[in-house]
């Protein structure tokens, strides 16, 4: 057995693996998170109020997934993680504002800007970007991880912004974008599959550890496209109750999907394959069971 690995874990049912993660995640990060900010206490409520609203914790979970494949240190990526996850609730907020795709819900609960105003919500999400690499640079606070920890902001800058996530939302705003799966890709590997990507290849980076990093960064390219392709989908199947935010936008919004492009046989046709090539990467990764347990939830998720 190589060095840094550990024996094959004991398979449970990825519903127990999945909550034994997100606890994993949540139970640390308070000792991250903000608790105090006297001057402006209202933004800090903005921001606790979307970042602990429920969610998949998806990003966490599968850097802790890649971890556990590896056999690498999922305490030491807590901070890690959860500066991912800062930066992709503070995406979401803006995201639902009237100048963006202007939802009234999210999660099952009013948006941000419906209850702290349009103004607070945008320094809610400011504040959760910069708070995000705030903790990012400043944890673990181990000096065999700082030349890690670098290369980890690095990388997460690239995933978050005009390189990665915010170019993709400007790719999905261009009006006179092209209709074409080129672009669709395109953006959607920007927007949705960057932060994805960053998510898995954390531990790789942070470690200082590239065993199997092509491989990974392949399945992480591949899953990030199965997730929105299967999100364009539960978008016109899957009921605004489901979903947590309104069903149907999309379409009423005319906005470029694989529902729009493809229809949805055509949609279902593609997540089936993309599904297929995210499996086969995972093969390739040791210790991959859970891998590929996730690929397949992804896949049949119904919100």
């Known amino acids: 057995m190589k060095k840094g690995q550990k024996k094959p874990m004991t398979v449970i049912p990825l519903s127990d693996y999945l909550k ?27 921001m606790e109020y979307s970042f602990f609203a429920g969610g998949k914790r998806f990003r966490p ?7 556990d494949a590896l056999g690498l240190n999922g305490e030491d990526l807590i901070p890690a993680c959860l500066a991912i996850e800062m930066i992709h609730t503070y995406s979401l907020i803006h995201d639902d504002l009237p100048s963006m795709d202007n939802d009234d819900f999210r999660r099952g609960k009013p948006s941000n800007h419906k209850v702290f105003g349009e103004g607070m919500a945008i320094l ?7 708070e995000a690499f705030y903790i990012a640079s400043h944890f673990p606070e181990k000096e065999e991880l700082t030349n890690g920890k670098l290369k980890f902001i690095t990388a997460l ?67 990030g496209l199965l997730f929105q392709i299967t999100d364009d989908i539960l978008d016109v199947e899957a009921s605004s109750e489901k979903l947590g935010k309104t069903a149907g936008k999309d379409i ?24 297929e090539k995210t499996i086969a990467c995972a093969e390739k990764i040791p210790n991959n069971e859970y891998l590929v347990k996730l690929a397949e939830y992804i896949y049949s998720r119904e919100k």
């Open 20 to 46: 034994e993660k997100r606890e994993f995640f949540e139970q640390r990060i308070r000792d991250y998170f903000p608790s105090t900010f006297k001057e402006a206490d209202i933004v800090l409520k903005a």
């Open 61 to 67: 979970v599968l850097a802790l997934t890649v971890c």
């Open 124 to 130: 809610a999400g400011d504040g959760l970007l910069t």
């Open 157 to 223: 800058s690239e995933a978050a912004g005009i390189r990665g996530m915010v170019g993709g939302q400007v790719m999905d705003i261009d009006e006179s974008k092209p209709f074409n799966e080129q672009f669709l890709e395109k953006l959607h590997m920007a927007k949705t599959g960057a932060m994805i990507k960053i998510s898995a290849l954390a531990p790789l980076i942070i470690f200082n550890d590239y065993r199997f990093y092509n491989e990974i960064e392949s399945y992480a390219s591949n899953l």
């Open 252 to 275: 009423e919004q005319n906005k470029l999907t694989f529902i729009t492009l493809f229809g949805l046989k055509g949609a279902k046709k593609r997540a089936k394959e993309v599904l």
